[in-house]
T-cell receptor, first 114, second 113 residues
Framework: EAAVTQSPRSKVAVTGGKVTLSCHQTNNHDYMYWYRQDTGHGLRLIHYSYVADSTEKGDIPDGYKASRPSQENFSLILELASLSQTAVYFC?????????????FGEGSRLIVV | GDSVTQTEGLVTLTKGLPVMLNCTYQTTYSPFLFWYVQHLNEAPKLLLKSSTDNKRTEHQGFYATLHKSSSSFHLQKSSVQLSDSALYFCALSDRSGSWQLIFGSGTQLTVMP
């Protein structure tokens, strides 16, 4: 079965600090994504990537950077964490970029910024 | 732009009763609709999906029919179980070449004994 693992699963960060959320997939998928989940807003796309060493902006990229050093790994970076970035973050992968493809999600990383 | 609306934020039911979770969408292109389910402290997983008008799609006792005439893709089950308690997301992608999924705000289903 498809496997996407995230670390850390939970983190408390200080406002203005740097946070890195990591994602590793063993699905051999080309596409990887970072979503943010907030109560009442569903899942919103932050960044995505379709090949190593390349990332693209999603719907809400402000305040976030992404890095895809290899096919298996995709990181989300908050250079200057802010209170508004308190949320649950999900990484996902898929094998193709077309309508109807299935996303395989990790179990989420809960970030609290204080 | 594209959008997905889930009108119920929270649904509470007693075990054995039927349920329908509403999902409507807006797009100017041919739609592909999905239901994802997220159990507590787990990853969201695909429950079912469809792009065929007026065809019922079923999985794990849940079913949904895409109705393009009413822009709806409601999720139903005839008899809910305690294990169905979860957060359910409706999502949309269109066939214009914009593959990105647009998620609804989610419906939390709680099944009581």
């Amino acid at each position: 079965e498809a496997a996407v693992t995230q670390s850390p699963r939970s983190k408390v960060a200080v406002t203005g600090g740097k946070v890195t959320l990591s994602c590793h997939q063993t699905n051999n998928h080309d596409y990887m994504y970072w979503y943010r989940q907030d109560t009442g807003h569903g899942l919103r796309l932050i960044h995505y990537s379709y090949v190593a060493d390349s990332t693209e902006k999603g719907d809400i990229p402000d305040g976030y950077k992404a890095s895809r050093p290899s096919q298996e790994n995709f990181s989300l970076i908050l250079e200057l964490a802010s209170l508004s970035q308190t949320a649950v973050y999900f990484c996902a992968s898929s094998d193709e970029q077309y309508s109807g493809n299935t996303l395989y999600f990790g179990e989420g990383s809960r970030l609290i910024v204080v | 732009g594209d959008s997905v609306t889930q009108t119920e934020g929270l649904v509470t039911l007693t075990k054995g009763l039927p349920v329908m979770l509403n999902c409507t969408y807006q797009t100017t292109y041919s739609p592909f609709l999905f239901w994802y389910v997220q159990h507590l402290n787990e990853a969201p997983k695909l429950l079912l999906k469809s792009s065929t008008d007026n065809k019922r799609t079923e999985h794990q006792g849940f079913y949904a029919t895409l109705h393009k005439s009413s822009s709806s893709f409601h999720l139903q089950k005839s008899s809910v179980q305690l294990s169905d308690s979860a957060l359910y997301f409706c999502a949309l992608s269109d066939r214009s070449g914009s593959w990105q999924l647009i998620f609804g705000s989610g419906t939390q289903l709680t099944v009581m004994p």
